[in-house]
């Protein structure tokens, strides 16, 4: 009886493996050139990732590999997201104070309303200014991609989410190497200037080049700021499925919302991988997640974001890009200077 019920798992498991094994080994293999390219060149890891997966597109038609590329991008995505938890601890609000977390915390959710109040003047859909504003106030490419997976489903999500991942990745790569010297330009010094490169700057790994390049202490700052706008991303992405689902988007019709980009799927009200994202944070913060298996969450969650990049630039024609328009990118570029004021101005109160 038992062997007859290994067998038949054993089976099932070897099902599995066959339909998805060729995309996601190709996936994993494009995650390791862009690791080794960042390592060696100092290319943005996630921006290698997305090109490389996007040079490969052809193989999103590849029958043995369509489902493991799938796979990767929605399945290995949201465990990615859910892993991020174990970055962050309330720890953080001790070390950097009070005052810095209400700037972090302020900065983001006005970043945020600005993105969507700015969609109509720049004739942007405000779901598709929800991802942009998202990721530029959050963390960049990783915050794109948890805010995606609770968006409704429509033709051109994935279209949006590789623009968004390559304008926040661009721009955060580029103010990695500008804003420690235009802090120290206008005046910023110490904690102030870990403040702001934490608080402005998308990616987190652009975050800590651009805080250690002033020094160790600014690089901690940053460091930490940082990680504090990752933990934005729970609550956001739960307030906006709730509004997603109840509010925004058109009427309600039989489980379905109707807008005027046509007919697209209610996302749930909390999402398995955002749950799990809380439940690992607070277990960090309990100090009750062994350091090996948090160390363990940390690379997992690192690999599989940067193999999730791959696997949606593999799904997108670069053609298709065209479609998205300038507005896109001006609108970026406008949350991405509008952020940087905010926190500066606050700063210099």
């Not at 493991?68 to 949201?78: D, E, P, S």
């Amino acid at each position: 009886m038992t062997g007859q019920f290994l067998n038949r798992y054993y089976s099932q498991f070897c099902h599995i493996v066959h339909r998805y094994y060729p995309g996601v080994i190709v996936v994993g293999i494009l995650a390791l050139a862009a690791q080794f390219i960042s390592d060696y060149y100092g290319a943005p890891t996630m921006l290698m990732a997305l090109l490389f997966g996007m040079a490969l597109n052809f193989l999103s038609k590849e029958k043995r590999c369509v489902e493991g590329i799938n796979f990767t991008a929605q399945k290995v995505l949201r465990v990615g997201v859910c892993l991020l938890g174990a970055r962050i601890s309330f720890d953080m609000i001790s070390a950097v104070g009070l005052v810095n977390v209400a700037i972090t915390v302020m900065a983001v959710l006005a970043t945020i309303g600005f993105g969507i109040a700015m969609s109509k003047w720049f004739n942007i859909d405000r779901y598709f200014a929800f991802l942009t504003s998202g990721s530029v106030a959050i963390c960049g490419a990783s915050a794109a991609l948890a805010i995606a997976a609770i968006m409704p489903k429509h033709k051109k999500r994935d279209e949006e989410l590789i623009f968004t991942v390559a304008g926040v990745t661009i721009l955060s790569t580029f103010a990695m190497i500008l804003y420690p010297i235009l802090g120290q330009k206008i005046g910023l010094s110490g904690d102030a200037l870990g403040v702001f490169l934490g608080a402005t700057i998308h990616d987190v790994a652009q975050v800590v080049g651009a805080g250690y390049s002033v020094d160790e202490p600014t690089g901690d700052i940053a460091t930490i700021i940082k990680l504090l706008r990752v933990a934005m991303l729970a609550p956001v992405v739960v307030i906006a499925g709730l509004i997603i689902r109840f509010k925004i988007g058109g009427k309600k019709i039989s489980g379905r919302k109707i807008d005027n980009r046509g007919e697209r799927e209610s996302p749930p009200i909390l999402p398995a991988f955002v749950l799990g994202f809380i439940v690992i944070l607070l277990a960090n913060s309990l100090g009750i997640l062994p350091h090996i298996i948090k160390e363990g969450f940390q690379i997992t969650s690192r690999w599989f974001l940067v193999m999730a990049i791959a696997a949606v630039g593999m799904k997108i024609d670069l053609s298709e890009l065209r479609h998205i328009g300038k507005s896109a990118f001006f609108l970026i570029i406008a949350e991405t200077i509008f952020v940087a004021v905010f926190v500066t101005s606050i700063l210099f109160v």
